[in-house]
């Protein structure tokens, strides 16, 4: 019986442990009077001239955040904020071909020795830090105590089995964390 226990708590916590390895999204276009009214004014307040936000509440397995989307300088920007509209993250999209030359081989070491194969669908560079800070970032200035680190969607094929990710990295590109990206189908037909 105290097996069968063990077997059990061992089971729920590999259940437990495998969900938290998914990630599942969904976002969805809203107007920005359904933003967080903090969230709003804290990012209009972070520009001299905002640019044009469009705005999205998401859902990334289980938990509710809001994002907002603009383009500055040539640049794709996302700024996410908690369901309460506290600052949480800013991310814009980087090619490869413009990370350092460290962080590139530092990169392509880690895929290399955990996939036979693998291919990098998308970079973000991502800073956290305090909200000061982060508006700081938001208007070209220096910042005292960000937190730089790399969101990273690419594909990795292990064996036959070719499984799409999201590893979040350090700024020299030592992975952090990493998640499976669950793909919602879609009723598109592709031929």
Same mark, same amino acid.
């Given at each position: 019986?105290?097996?069968?226990?063990? !077997? !059990?708590? !061992? !089971?729920?916590?590999?259940?437990?442990?495998?969900?938290?390895?998914?990630?599942?999204?969904?976002?969805?276009?809203?107007?920005?009077?359904?933003?967080? *009214?903090?969230?709003?004014?804290?990012? +209009?307040? $972070?520009?001299?001239?905002? *640019?044009?936000?469009?705005?999205?509440?998401?859902?990334?397995?289980?938990?509710?955040?809001?994002?907002?989307?603009?383009?500055?300088?040539?640049?794709?920007?996302?700024?996410?904020?908690?369901?309460?509209?506290?600052?949480?993250?800013?991310?814009? &999209? +980087?090619?490869?071909?413009?990370?350092? $030359?460290?962080?590139? $081989?530092?990169?392509?070491?880690?895929?290399?020795?955990?996939?036979?194969?693998? @291919?990098?669908?998308?970079?973000? &560079?991502?800073?956290?830090?305090?909200?000061?800070?982060?508006?700081?970032?938001?208007?070209?200035?220096?910042? @005292?105590?960000?937190?730089?680190?790399?969101?990273?969607?690419?594909?990795?094929?292990?064996?036959?089995?070719?499984?799409?990710?999201?590893?979040?990295?350090?700024?020299?590109?030592?992975?952090?964390?990493?998640?499976?990206?669950?793909?919602? *189908?879609?009723?598109?037909?592709?031929?």
């Amino acid at each position: 019986m105290v097996a069968l226990k063990h !077997l !059990l708590i !061992l !089971l729920i916590s590999f259940f437990c442990i495998a969900l938290q390895a998914q990630k599942i999204e969904k976002e969805t276009r809203i107007k920005a009077n359904e933003a967080p *009214p903090k969230a709003v004014h804290w990012l +209009v307040n $972070s520009f001299e001239a905002a *640019p044009e936000i469009t705005w999205y509440v998401e859902t990334t397995s289980g938990k509710r955040s809001y994002e907002a989307k603009y383009k500055k300088a040539g640049k794709k920007y996302s700024v996410e904020f908690s369901d309460e509209g506290y600052v949480e993250d800013i991310e814009f &999209i +980087v090619k490869w071909k413009n990370l350092n $030359s460290e962080v590139k $081989s530092a990169l392509k070491r880690h895929f290399e020795k955990h996939y036979t194969r693998f @291919k990098i669908h998308k970079i973000q &560079i991502q800073y956290t830090g305090s909200d000061t800070d982060l508006a700081r970032v938001l208007t070209g200035n220096d910042a @005292k105590e960000i937190q730089t680190r790399y969101e990273i969607e690419y594909y990795g094929k292990q064996k036959s089995e070719k499984i799409f990710w999201e590893g979040l990295f350090t700024s020299e590109g030592e992975l952090i964390e990493k998640r499976e990206i669950i793909q919602r *189908p879609v009723d598109n037909l592709n031929y």
